[in-house]
């Protein structure tokens, strides 16, 4: 079964940082690109990030530009996502998905909720 | 950026009604690079319909999609008690977006 399962969300400051990740499992994960999407409380999807599958091409957002980096280790089937400068318009579910260049997003992982707040 | 306009905001039917949500670009997709998702509260979105018109595996035959070019539909034939959820539309030709969402309701 492909599945996908995130991790690292929680309670940060303003200003703060932290990084997500994304276990992949039931697929060869070092074939597919890989997406990050958000969605603040009450809200619509937002895309954040992408990268292909060999981690040599990754595209932000501009919301998330200079502030969030992309990566991904295919030795050990995980995505993630270092959140830094955290802002309160930042807070939202964050759900990992497997998507190819022009594919849709399928399947998503079951989203790790980020909070920012003082 | 490929902005999506979902229309309208809210529909509220009953169960066994047809539901009709529609989805503008303000350029045109290419190759018909649309998707359809549905969102149930606390859930991730579940794929629907791909490249505008093609059902994922396991979506029920009473979802179709159609359209092409700026404008195009999620039809669901008739409503059961679990298709009562919010519909988002994304192109994924360029840059992937989100439309804002079409919230089906029971009336």
């Known amino acids: 079964e492909v599945q996908l399962v995130e991790s690292g969300g929680g309670l940060v400051q303003p200003g703060g940082s932290l990084r997500l990740s994304c276990a992949a499992s039931g697929f060869t994960f070092s074939s597919y690109a890989m997406h990050w999407v958000r969605q603040a409380p009450g809200k619509g999807l937002e895309y954040v990030s992408a990268i292909s599958s060999n981690g040599g091409s990754t595209y932000y957002a501009n919301s998330v530009k200079g502030r969030f980096t992309i990566s991904r280790d295919n030795s050990k089937n995980t995505l993630y996502l270092q959140m830094g400068s955290l802002r309160a318009e930042d807070m939202a579910v964050y759900y990992c998905?497997?998507?190819?260049?022009?594919?849709?997003?399928?399947?998503w992982g079951q989203g790790t909720l980020v909070t920012v707040s003082s | 950026e490929i902005v999506l306009t979902q229309s309208p905001a809210t529909l509220s039917l009953s169960p066994g009604e047809r539901a009709t949500l529609s989805c503008g670009a303000s350029?045109?997709?290419?190759?018909?690079?649309l998707a359809w998702y549905q969102q149930k509260p606390g859930l991730a979105p579940r794929l629907l319909i791909y490249d505008a018109s093609s059902r994922a595996t396991g979506i029920p035959d009473r979802f179709s999609g159609s359209g092409s070019g700026t404008d195009f539909t999620l039809t669901i034939s008739r409503l059961e008690p679990e298709d009562f959820a919010v519909y988002y539309c994304q192109q994924y030709g360029s840059s992937p977006t989100f439309g804002g969402g079409t919230k089906v309701e029971i009336k």
């Open positions: 998905a497997r998507g190819e260049l022009r594919a849709p997003f399928d399947p």
């Open positions: 350029q045109s997709v290419s190759s018909s690079y």
